[in-house]
């Protein structure tokens, strides 16, 4: 892997409510290589989305950035203006996000929307536009005619596809896509993870994947981070994490996916839920629900410790008590 | 094991839009949702329907709890047919069969507490004398879903549920008139990872305790394994191939069958690296007029000129049942 694209420092985002501040991200550090695609997985409300939103500086208004630095190249996106984060959006960094494929115009054709980046941001003539429309078309593997078309006439699988289209449209050296694949069926859903590896390979960009589901971790990712209750508390390449994980909840996790190999056999299931991010337990955010928790975890929060190359735990039964 | 429902050729058709001019001339047209479905289901199994959106397999469920009026085919249950059983007496019914629904969000009404949800079917059938009797039914569902103690539960609004705990109350809900068959319609697919092996065992425990048997409806190929004993892979209202889920899994004969499994995610990267996916075109066509012959032979990679002609038969081949041309 080449330089990092992305580092995160220690980044801490609350969000202000009426019942207090929710602690979606608490001191999560982490970085993504060149052309590295890096896997985000944990349950809804793990805080994912929120450091997504965060790169983006598109935190609703109740968001707060408290701490931390976030690094794109050399640049902290933390310090930077709404107008200087213009010229790093799309340009730098672009997001796919969560359902975006249901929210195209659907009175506008699907070349025009891609083109309307191009000539809004960047002054470009709407004939050039429209050619770069049809490039990225036959890039992401839809025909280059179809740029003329309307989102209704094209399937759930082919407007994912021209989302990821428009996402590559200013050549950003990252791309974040949320959950791209969740509402998919099977056989979409296995072309649309080969499509973001091909990119990667044809294109060199890297890629963050944020997801619930490890299968999808597994099919994709070099690298993955499980987040629970806002914090980071594994991350390690992908072989590793799946053949030795070492943090309770990501054992835990990885035994929540049957799978269609290997022995069939009655996985156990881990109790209670997730905690409330208003008001989460003192110590280890998953000792309510660790089987192994003992004194220490119910008073100190566990720092991410070394288990093995590029891999790392935050638990106490690993050490660092 | 002895048969408890036998589905044979099970039709349900949805009228589609004709323009004007097509219907002065009396022309008809219908989305064949579900299209000639046979299976069998065994007492104490879990049956689990497996497909793609659009495949039929929640509508071949509802049709089988007569919540959608089937066009034609039967339904045999303990020797009846339900499909003829008059409107009328259709609550004996509904108490042997029960559904949980996909969205525990969406199936409980946020106006009633979790004693009024599960009590409302014991009133609706008179089975209860008093309101002792009631409440201590109520409360042995809710300590058999593992919502303990009961009486902490029982005031309690939706609102006030985690997803878990509300999928827990809907399944309580199903349970509470002591059916013998459960339709259970992708009831994991809302809830997060970690609750999803809570429910799935709970209902596994359940089968046990109730006697009970199961038709799961799910898309995710790997839950099927999990949960089932027979599996019934759908493509656009037609059951293509059906056997035990185990063989099926190891050894598809279906075409459709084996593109499916090929692009199953497998949550092992090591594995994930050495599996061959085998290719294939474009999306399941519109259910509304089908092409003539096998419905996959379009996309099927191994089609030949027989398939485009000729719809093949759900027929007998070395211990499961399979609908192609080609085995």
Redo the contacts between chains.
């Keep these: 892997m080449g330089r990092d694209v992305l580092r995160i420092e220690d980044l801490v985002v609350h969000y202000e409510t009426m019942a207090g501040p929710v602690k979606a991200v608490n001191h999560v550090s982490f970085s993504i290589g060149e052309g590295e695609i890096f896997g985000l997985a944990g349950e809804s409300g793990c805080g994912k989305t929120t450091i997504a939103l965060s790169i983006m500086k598109l935190l609703p208004y109740n968001g707060k950035i408290l701490s931390g630095r976030i690094l794109l190249g050399d640049v902290d996106v933390v310090l930077l203006t709404e107008e200087e984060m213009m010229e790093v959006r799309w340009k730098k960094v672009s997001m796919v996000f969560q359902g975006a494929m249901n929210a195209l115009n659907p009175v506008l054709r699907v070349g025009d929307q891609i083109a309307e980046v191009l000539v809004e941001k960047e002054g470009w003539s709407k004939e050039r536009a429209l050619e770069r429309a049809k490039e990225l078309f036959s890039l992401v593997g839809i025909d280059p005619s179809r740029v003329y078309d309307y989102p209704h006439e094209f399937s759930g699988g082919m407007r994912q596809r021209a989302i990821i289209a428009m996402a590559l449209v200013l050549n950003p050296q990252l791309v974040i896509a949320d959950e791209p694949v969740t509402a998919l069926d099977v056989v979409v859903q296995s072309k649309i993870l080969d499509l973001l590896k091909r990119l990667r390979d044809e294109l060199g960009i890297s890629v963050m994947m944020i997801t619930h589901d490890l299968s999808v971790i597994a099919e994709t990712s070099d690298r993955v981070g499980i987040m629970y209750a806002g914090r980071l508390v594994e991350h390690a390449r992908a072989e590793d994490l799946f053949g030795e994980p070492a943090h309770p909840y990501t054992k835990a996790l990885i035994n929540a996916f049957p799978s269609i190999v290997g022995e069939r056999k009655r996985f156990e299931a881990i109790r209670g839920d997730p905690p409330n991010l208003l008001n989460p337990p003192p110590g280890c955010p998953f000792h309510p629900r660790c089987p192994y928790a003992m004194d220490v975890c119910r008073e100190k929060v566990p720092k991410l410790v070394k288990v093995g190359e590029e891999h790392e735990a935050a638990c106490f039964l690993i050490g660092g008590a | 094991m002895e048969t408890l429902l036998k589905v044979e050729d099970l039709r349900v058709w949805f009228p589609a839009r004709v323009s004007f001019i097509e219907s002065l001339r009396g022309k008809k047209r219908y989305v064949k949702a579900v299209d000639g479905v046979s299976f069998e289901v065994k007492r104490g199994s879990v049956v689990c329907l497996v497909g793609?959106?659009g495949s039929g397999k929640t509508t071949t469920a509802r049709a089988i709890l007569r919540l959608v009026e089937p066009t034609g085919g039967k339904v045999i249950y303990e020797g009846k047919n339900i499909l003829e059983i008059p409107k009328k007496e259709l609550r004996k019914w509904r108490k042997e069969a029960q559904i949980i629904f996909q969205d525990p969000y969406e199936s409980l009404d946020p106006r009633m507490t979790v004693y009024d949800t599960l009590s409302e079917p014991l009133r609706v059938n008179k089975l209860i004398g008093s309101e002792e009797e009631e409440r201590e039914l109520v409360s042995k569902v809710l300590e058999d879903v593992r919502l303990v103690p009961p009486e902490e539960f029982m005031g309690r609004f939706p609102h006030e549920l985690?997803?878990?705990?509300r999928q827990r109350v809907a399944i309580a809900r199903a349970l509470i008139l002591n059916p013998k068959f459960i339709v259970a319609d992708e009831p994991v697919s809302m809830l997060?990872?970690?609750?999803?092996?809570?429910i799935?065992?709970l209902m596994?425990d359940l089968r046990d305790m109730y006697g009970l048997t199961y038709l799961y409806i799910t898309?995710d190929?790997?839950?099927a394994?999990?949960m089932g004993s027979d599996i019934v892979v759908m493509y656009l209202g037609k059951a293509v191939e059906v056997g035990s889920v185990?063989e099926v899994?190891r050894e598809p004969m279906h075409p459709y069958t084996k593109?499916?499994?090929s692009?199953?995610?497998?949550?092992?990267?090591?594995?994930?690296a050495t599996r061959k996916?085998i290719e294939?075109k474009g999306?399941p066509p519109s259910p509304i007029d089908l092409p003539p012959g096998c419905r996959f032979g379009p996309r099927c990679p191994f089609a030949k000129e027989i398939c485009f002609k000729e719809e093949p038969e759900l027929r007998w081949v070395n211990g499961r049942m399979v609908a192609c041309h080609l085995v």
Aim: hydrophobic share 40%; no cysteine; charged share 20%.
């Design positions: 793609e959106s985690s997803g878990g705990q997060d990872a970690s609750i999803r092996t809570q799935l065992n596994m898309h190929l790997a839950q394994r999990y185990e899994i593109v499916l499994i692009h199953v995610p497998v949550p092992d990267p090591k594995v994930a996916k294939i999306e």
